[in-house]
């Protein structure tokens, strides 16, 4: 005879009235402990929380990655983070670790630390740094562009700070030697200059609203010639390309022109609405009687403006294409698909961090 059956009714009314009771503690319970302690070990911390197949997903990431309140993180936050990382990646969970921690951890150690090399990157080369240092270059670029050393400074500030986050953002693993960073960085601003003034002088004998333009299309073409001189190195030796596990194949120049490109194009697309919407509100406002009683304001408000814009163009446009891009092997340079149908025989496709 079952213990069921031999359970006085009484006793069998009691244990059914705490039972609901009991099952719902035990929900409770559980789920406390998964998000205190019991973290799982199988979150994939190595990609981004949100799918990359989809601009939205991506857009979420980028978000994350290029919230300007993360450069205002201490030191001792960041090597947290890094600790939090490293050590999951390891298999060790931080006692009372939740998930939500787990992802912010690793969105700061991302906003900080190179994903291919994991050096601690400087900081207004950061993603993290670009739309507060962009509004203020780029808004003082369309206030000041009426004077010829204006525009020729104010380049030279905006192709200098491209040239930091183009080389700490750059791809790949490969050091880039003083020589050939001095050489890209006079070359890229030397165009950037050269650029200004031949739009500036053609812009005289138009419309002044068209003026406004010229920073636009200098740093559009300036972006065209910096970037591929920043990241030369990578042209003529290539960027490391893996397998869909990270397993790494080899290097591949004609992946380091396909990540320049799609950065490029993001680059361009960042200071478009940065760019040429302030220009027209500003050429409103100005015919104002309060603007031209306050010609001060001028610098702040088109500040403002900029940065508004930067704060949602920034990483949308960084969402474009994923962080992690891929091509065929169809595309790869002939030795180095050999290398890969002898080694790995099922890629079809290979996986690179085009940069940022």
């Given amino acids: 005879m079952s213990c069921l059956s031999s359970t006085p009714s009484g006793l069998q009314h009691l244990h059914d009235k705490h039972r609901p009771q009991r099952v719902t503690l035990r929900k409770k319970t559980n789920q406390k402990a998964r998000m205190s302690g019991e973290l799982s070990l199988?979150?994939?911390i190595k990609e981004p929380r949100w799918d990359q197949g989809t601009f939205m997903g991506r857009a979420k990431h980028f978000f994350m990655v290029t919230d300007p309140r993360t450069v205002l993180l201490s030191s001792e936050t960041l090597e947290e983070a890094k600790v939090i990382v490293e050590n999951y990646r390891a298999g060790i969970v931080k006692p009372g670790l939740t998930e939500d921690e787990l992802w912010r951890?690793?969105?700061?150690?991302?906003?900080?630390?190179?994903p291919d090399t994991g050096e601690k990157m400087f900081v207004i080369g950061r993603m993290s740094a670009q739309v507060p240092m962009n509004m203020s270059i780029t808004g003082c670029m369309l206030t000041f562009y009426r004077t010829t050393p204006a525009v020729v400074f104010w380049q030279w500030v905006n192709q200098s700070f491209n040239a930091v986050v183009n080389y700490t953002n750059r791809s790949g693993d490969a050091p880039i030697t003083v020589n050939q960073l001095g050489a890209a960085y006079v070359s890229a601003t030397t165009g950037a200059v050269v650029t200004a003034l031949g739009l500036k002088s053609l812009a005289t004998r138009l419309p002044p609203i068209v003026s406004r333009f010229v920073p636009f299309a200098a740093v559009a073409a300036a972006n065209c010639?910096?970037?591929?001189?920043?990241r030369q190195r990578e042209l003529k030796y290539g960027i490391p390309v893996t397998d869909e596990n990270g397993n790494r194949l080899g290097e591949s120049a004609n992946a380091a022109k396909q990540a320049i490109v799609q950065v490029v194009v993001s680059r361009i697309g960042m200071a478009v609405p940065a760019m040429a919407i302030p220009p027209v509100i500003m050429n409103a406002l100005e015919k104002r009687a309060f603007m031209k009683r306050f010609p001060i304001l001028n610098a702040p408000v088109q500040v403002g403006l900029v940065g508004l814009c930067l704060v949602f163009a920034t990483p949308l446009c960084c969402a474009l294409f994923p962080q992690k891009s891929s091509m065929s092997i169809s595309g790869l340079e002939a030795d180095l698909q050999e290398r890969i149908r002898q080694t790995?025989?099922?890629t079809t496709t290979v996986y690179f961090n085009k940069g940022l």
């Fill in 225 to 230: 010639i910096n970037i591929p001189f920043m």
């Fill in 105 to 114: 951890a690793k969105y700061i150690y991302d906003s900080a630390f190179h």
């Fill in 344 to 346: 790995s025989p099922n």
């Fill in 42 to 44: 199988n979150i994939n």
